[in-house]
């Protein structure tokens, strides 16, 4: 689920300060993208919001069924520089394939987490026979210190996983009640699946100093009597040392939140920048087939190519 939409907008995480108090809440609509043939909700960046801590990307795809003559989610090589891409698999199994010569399948309740640092490439495709698909990927950006570490890839087939005031949660990354999740971050971070076994108001205990924002990915969610629909991304902010949200039987959202990352970065297209110079060379090394990325040979179709860039070099 990465960003193959060539819309040619500019994102900076200057856009969109930080807000403060504990009762303040900004409603974020999404917006429809289609990456490799599968339309998904994408919420992050938007001109509403661009960041929630190091957050800086967020696609919901699904839930979906393919019909009978579709191949599924099929996404070629693409590259990724100064950010991790986290994958939360809901339903469905789809392949991972990169340039470090990693192949792992993911399955419902498994995250993938690749860092790309100062260079990778991926693909991403259902497996073959798979007709259902939905789930969460998202990019954190790497901090300044750690933008250009060495890429690697980190399955995670078991995560945290409880029972609470009629719901169960699962902790993707950071810790929470008690429990740390085992994914590998380089900022303060916080990740919660939460799915309602029953009609239910949970009360959740949030850090001050965190940013958060909740995103109902099945089913509508009320925060402080607002209600937002499945894709509408509720902001929360920072300073706030409790949620409480109301989720019908059925349904299931995803709670992110983390230290506002605090420095200016660029995304565009793939790449995550700390400025425009950083991005046109990336840009200029995949074009021209650069060692940077590498190959994934057992892929047999085209690579991804990027837009222009949207300003001059």
Aim: charged share 20%; aromatic share 8%.
């Amino acid at each position: 689920m990465s960003n193959l939409v060539n819309d040619g907008d500019l994102s900076s995480s200057l856009d969109c300060p930080v807000i403060e108090g504990k009762r303040q809440i900004q409603r974020v609509s999404p917006r429809t993208a289609d990456v490799g043939g599968i339309p998904v909700n994408r919420v992050l960046p938007s001109r509403q919001r661009r960041l929630v801590g190091a957050w800086c990307f967020l696609d919901h795809a699904g839930p979906a069924i393919f019909k009978g003559d579709s191949s599924g989610l099929q996404v070629g090589p693409h590259p990724h520089i100064g950010l991790q891409t986290f994958t939360w698999m809901i339903e469905g199994e789809v392949l991972h394939r990169d340039s470090l010569g990693s192949e792992q399948v993911i399955r419902p309740g498994q995250v993938n987490l690749m860092t790309a640092g100062r260079g990778i490439s991926h693909t991403e495709e259902s497996v073959e026979g798979e007709r259902h698909l939905h789930a969460a990927q998202l990019w954190i950006a790497l901090p300044e210190a750690h933008r250009n570490t060495a890429p690697r890839f980190d399955h995670y087939p078991e995560l945290p996983r409880w029972q609470a005031q009629g719901a169960e949660l699962t902790l993707l990354v950071g810790e929470h009640a008690g429990y740390r999740a085992p994914t590998l971050t380089f900022s303060p971070l916080l990740g919660i699946d939460i799915a309602a076994g029953e009609n239910t108001t949970l009360s959740l205990p949030l850090r001050e100093d965190f940013e958060y924002a909740l995103l109902p990915l099945e089913g509508e969610l009320s925060i402080d009597g607002e209600r937002f629909a499945t894709n509408e991304l509720a902001y929360l902010g920072r300073g706030r040392d409790t949620l409480e949200a109301t989720l019908p039987a059925g349904g299931r959202a995803m709670l992110v939140g983390g230290e506002p990352l605090g420095e200016k970065i660029l995304i565009w297209w793939n790449f995550v920048g700390h400025g425009k110079a950083e991005i046109a060379e990336a840009q200029r090394d995949w074009e021209a087939g650069s060692e940077r990325f590498g190959t994934i040979p057992a892929y047999r179709g085209k690579r991804m190519m990027p837009p222009p860039l949207p300003w001059k070099i």
